[in-house]
């Protein structure tokens, strides 16, 4: 799945999805909560679902973040399917051209807003620790099993030891953990 052209070219303020406003939309995301955010990104995946968290392969129930996780589901180590698609900051801003002067995490924003505009489904944004964001997405129906591992929401940035968190989730997702656990052994 790629970042449409589109969303990368002439990038002006006027398009950001601002991080205030996505805290704005959720303010419990305000205050740092590595665990929630944690529970969070779980919530991509089927309880018993076998993620890959770094080089920990676990079921996603008893995942621990790490620095990076993956979009899929494993089965020992090859991808069984893709859950969800992680564009790092990098992969946002590749190619970007500018109407306006921007750093790092206004361009990111800018990209999120024209995606968000565009109609792809953003699931998770997910601040860096290094300036930017990266937002993980749904593949599109039918897709292939690819490859996706972005910043594991609770984890750290090895680089600049800041952690990643989630600055907006899904609704879908903020459904309690424990809550959802329970619902689906009843």
């Not at 494993?74 to 992680?86: K, Y």
């Not at 990111?108 to 937002?135: F, H, T, Y």
Request: proline content about 5%; hydrophobic content about 35%.
């Amino acid at each position: 799945m790629r970042i449409p052209r589109n969303c990368r070219k002439y990038l002006c303020h006027r398009d950001r999805w601002r991080v205030e406003q996505m805290l704005a939309a959720q303010p419990d995301l305000r205050e740092e909560d590595p665990e929630r955010d944690m529970n969070l990104w779980r919530h991509l995946f089927s309880p018993n679902d076998v993620v890959r968290v770094g080089d920990v392969y676990s079921e996603v129930s008893s995942a621990k973040s790490g620095e990076y996780c993956w979009g899929n589901n494993w089965r020992g180590d090859a991808i069984e399917a893709t859950t969800a698609v992680c564009w790092n900051a990098s992969a946002l801003l590749r190619g970007a051209t500018y109407k306006e002067a921007m750093h790092r995490g206004q361009a990111c924003e800018a990209v999120l807003g024209r995606l968000r505009g565009a109609g792809i489904q953003i699931v998770m944004v997910v601040d860096d620790g290094g300036g930017g964001l990266e937002c993980w997405i749904d593949p599109e129906p039918g897709s292939h099993p690819v490859p996706s591992k972005g910043r594991c929401p609770g984890g750290r940035n090895n680089k600049t030891g800041r952690s990643h968190r989630v600055v907006w989730a899904d609704p879908v997702a903020r459904i309690a953990w424990e809550k959802e656990i329970t619902q689906e052994v009843a």
